[in-house]
């Protein structure tokens, strides 16, 4: 069901996973997910009766619009995002384009803002610092993570998970899974490269599937978060995975050497890999403040024709 709200906002409740992540973030209280309304006194249902909107209230300010993982609000004016990967609102993507043209005409932290607000608001959740708290507390040099998916209203956690010192497989039974949480067991250690295809095959299996954490014992926190499916889609296309038995998957060459060889610095390495090659995903990092911001890396070239890649963030 799509309905506007004000002439200003386009709401597609046939996308809502009643996750209930925009509750919270309007100012003016107008979606509601205490009562059971039935198109009455002022409000909509979203979907079902579980989530309503009061339209008299909704002051058309947006706030919904960058936490909802699967595009339920938009602004009129703008084309509105297909979760289930058509990229109807999304950037051209490059087929027969040269590696690194497929994304130089997108601006990354403009693609990457509505994933780090998403982000950032499950990562509030009592779900995710419950295994937050738990997995930092598990110094044994494996890797031990959580499932967190949207069930009843609520943002709910899988039993913890365990695996090895380099990998493990997260499982769950999630009608809508939004993201997971797991230890790399060493700091200064984000995403992999095998995390990059597992958030991808994630995703192809349930589309409300859109964000990785990765933390370090340190309590330093990453993320891994879908900007554009087609993109990734595309990705995956020109990009598969290589895989040696008994091994995480990697890049295949020439990705993985530049990845490799990328300045030393695998925050930086992964960065300019998924930006470059249009990747459909963004790096993020948890700051001081609990914001995740996407990492973002600008490239100089000098005048003797040396490279300096510079790390920064995103506002």
């Not at 899974?177 to 095959?201: F, K, Q, T």
Request: glycine share 10%; with cysteine.
């Amino acid at each position: 069901m799509a309905f506007t709200i004000g002439e200003k906002i386009l709401v597609q409740g046939e996308h809502c996973i009643e996750c209930t992540m925009c509750v919270p973030e309007c100012p003016e209280q107008a979606i509601d997910d205490t009562e059971m309304y039935l198109d009455v006194g002022g409000y909509v249902s979203l979907k079902g009766v579980t989530i309503s909107i009061n339209v008299e209230k909704c002051t058309g300010c947006g706030d919904c619009i960058p936490v909802c993982p699967t595009s339920v609000f938009s602004y009129l004016n703008q084309p509105n995002p297909d979760p289930g990967g058509n990229n109807n609102g999304g950037g051209t993507v490059g087929g027969g384009n040269q590696p690194g043209e497929d994304g130089q005409d997108k601006d990354p932290c403009l693609q990457a803002s509505k994933s780090a607000a998403h982000a950032t608001q499950l990562s509030q959740t009592n779900a995710f610092n419950n295994a937050f708290n738990t997995i930092g507390g598990m110094n044994d040099g494996k890797e031990h993570g959580y499932v967190l998916g949207s069930q009843n209203g609520a943002i709910v956690s899988t039993d913890i998970q365990h695996g090895g010192p380099n990998n493990m497989t997260l499982n769950h039974n999630f009608e809508n899974p939004v993201g997971s949480i797991h230890i790399h067991p060493a700091n200064d250690s984000p995403p992999s490269v095998g995390d990059v295809y597992s958030l991808i095959n994630a995703y192809n299996g349930n589309n409300t599937y859109t964000t990785y954490y990765v933390m370090n014992p340190d309590g330093t926190v990453y993320a891994l978060a879908v900007t554009d499916p087609a993109a990734m889609s595309q990705f995956l296309q020109n990009h598969p995975y290589t895989q040696i038995p008994g091994y995480a998957p990697n890049f295949p060459p020439p990705l993985f050497d530049e990845w490799n060889d990328f300045d030393g610095s695998w925050e930086m390495s992964l960065s300019h890999i998924l930006d470059k090659y249009d990747a459909g995903m963004a790096l993020l990092k948890r700051d001081n403040q609990g914001n995740f911001k996407k990492i973002k890396i600008d490239t100089k070239k000098n005048p003797d024709g040396t490279i300096t890649n510079t790390q920064t963030t995103c506002p």
